[in-house]
């Protein structure tokens, strides 16, 4: 049921990715430079970055769920506020250390390190519900 648990939530993270990017998927490529086409989409259209996407999500919520049992996280409350706290104070700031290191507009932080905070949030939720 573990296993089930991380393919679901991993599912869950990177649907909310999918939604997050596509609302602020303008001003995203412009931050990052990204070439865009004249439809203005992505001119790189690679499924890469989505299969490293996935493998990164499973990776995540394996060890959200590695972390959430060895600490007794076992409500949906619990698994939602520790799904955050994981998103906000763990992953948004490293993305911000390397966009400052790397000259990048706060903004990509934000939208960065926003998408980081509400997807380790649904994993957690969903996490616990399992």
Request: neutral net charge; hydrophobic residues 55%; aromatic residues 12%.
């Amino acid at each position: 049921m573990g296993f089930l648990a991380v393919i679901v939530a991993a599912a869950a993270g990177f649907a909310v990715g999918a939604v997050w990017y596509g609302v602020f998927a303008k001003p995203w490529m412009e931050d990052t430079g990204i070439k865009v086409g004249p439809d203005g989409k992505p001119a790189n259209t690679s499924p890469l970055p989505y299969v490293m996407a996935a493998l990164a999500m499973i990776i995540v919520a394996g060890m959200m769920r590695h972390t959430f049992a060895l600490s007794g996280i076992d409500s949906v409350g619990k698994g939602l506020i520790s799904g955050l706290g994981i998103g906000l104070f763990f992953i948004s700031p490293w993305i911000m250390i390397n966009n400052g290191y790397g000259d990048r507009p706060f903004r990509l932080t934000m939208i960065d390190g926003g998408y980081a905070t509400v997807g380790c949030a649904v994993i957690g939720l969903v996490l616990a519900l399992f």
